[in-house]
């Protein structure tokens, strides 16, 4: 890339990410649906790369691998995982962007060893295997694996928690797509990303863990508002016993939910997934530079002050509000 250093010091990271895009942006993953047989090669490349470990974590329900790929050395661990429901395919399709950043040599070398050196970034790009192979949200079994944290009743879930458990991350995010129809608040604007902090109780108490996930909430936010300006909504943070996220953060690791949503013309969701590998890198960022996010100008009430993206349903072409229920 024709870019020199020192460029690169006087811009924010999100806008180099930006202009250089296309050289991360995966190339054989250019539409929504595809399967575990698309994503293989992607993955098991990585197995000869010295910057990455492989692991294979188990195998689904029919029998097709899940694998963690790590890459970094540091002492904070962040763990991501993406499509547990096989028809929410955007932020794998971003991991893989994410899996190409760290094996690139440019001017953002610097940021590059500062991530690797500060952070093990542990990714599961693609839990429900089985699901994906047929586009829908249910495993082979037919069962919802967000519902599945306590039960524990299918490989994929045992597979998910078991991972959770043997590295104790400091950080979890908890990879989904949402209705395209879903809009921000009472506006007109799709809810292209909305976040969550998951509660971990009923009464939704914010203790630290779940505020400092609010915390980085409100760095992704303030981030995409500059390619998303008003197209960022907050999901629902009803508690839900079964889930993973909202026990994950129980468990204490600083989960945060991202739902893709609809944007103008993107069908096939490159664009959001674009933002999808901007506000990850964004976070993983942030994490390495102020792993508590102990920052004086980030509270919880700026994440309060984000929209909940769930009240109303967005069309493009037809605009009308409907009450409606989220599963995320």
């Known amino acids: 890339m024709a870019c020199h250093s020192s460029n690169y010091a006087q ?4 806008q180099q990410l930006n202009t250089a895009y296309e ?9 929504k649906r595809f399967k575990h047989t698309d994503l293989l090669p992607l993955i098991e490349k990585r197995s000869n790369h010295p910057l990455f470990k492989v692991t294979k974590a188990g195998e689904s329900v029919e029998g097709r691998a899940i694998y963690v790929v790590k890459v970094g050395t540091g002492k904070t661990k962040v763990l991501l995982w993406s499509q547990m429901h096989g028809d929410e395919s955007t932020a794998t399709m971003a991991l893989m962007d994410v899996m190409n950043f760290f094996e690139q040599k440019d001017g953002l070398d610097a ?5 690797l050196n500060q952070l093990s970034i542990f990714m599961i790009p693609m839990l429900n295997p089985d699901g994906a192979e047929r586009f829908q949200r249910q495993n082979a079994m037919g069962v919802d694996l967000n519902r599945d944290a306590l039960r524990l009743q299918n490989p994929e879930s045992k597979i998910l928690k078991q ?13 989904h797509d949402q209705s395209r129809y879903y809009a921000v608040g009472n506006t ?16 939704k108490e914010v203790n630290e863990t779940r505020g400092d996930a609010m915390k980085l909430i409100v760095v992704m936010n303030k981030m995409l508002q ?53 506000a990850l890198m964004t976070a993983l960022e942030s994490i390495a530079q102020q792993p508590t996010l102990v920052r004086v100008w980030i509270t919880t009430k700026i994440f309060h002050s984000i ?22």
Request: aromatic share 14%; glycine share 6%; charged share 25%.
């Open 11 to 14: 811009t924010a990271l999100h």
């Open 111 to 115: 940021i590059r060893k500062q991530l």
């Open 226 to 278: 500059k390619y998303l300006p008003g197209q960022v909504a907050k999901y629902s943070d009803a508690f839900e016993p079964r889930a993973f996220g909202d026990n994950i953060q129980k468990w204490g690791t600083r989960t945060i939910l991202i739902e893709s949503g609809g944007h103008y013309n993107d069908p096939e969701k490159q664009f959001i997934r674009k933002m999808n590998f901007l």
């Open 307 to 328: 929209k909940v993206g769930y009240t109303t349903l967005y069309c493009e072409r037809y605009k009308y509000n409907l009450t409606i229920k989220l599963l995320n």
């Open 188 to 203: 007109s604007k799709p809810a292209t990303i909305s976040f969550l902090a998951p509660a971990y109780n009923e009464q």
């Open 23 to 31: 050289q991360y942006r995966e190339p054989s993953l250019t539409q």
């Open 163 to 175: 991972v959770r458990d043997d590295l104790q991350p400091a950080w979890g995010f908890n990879l």
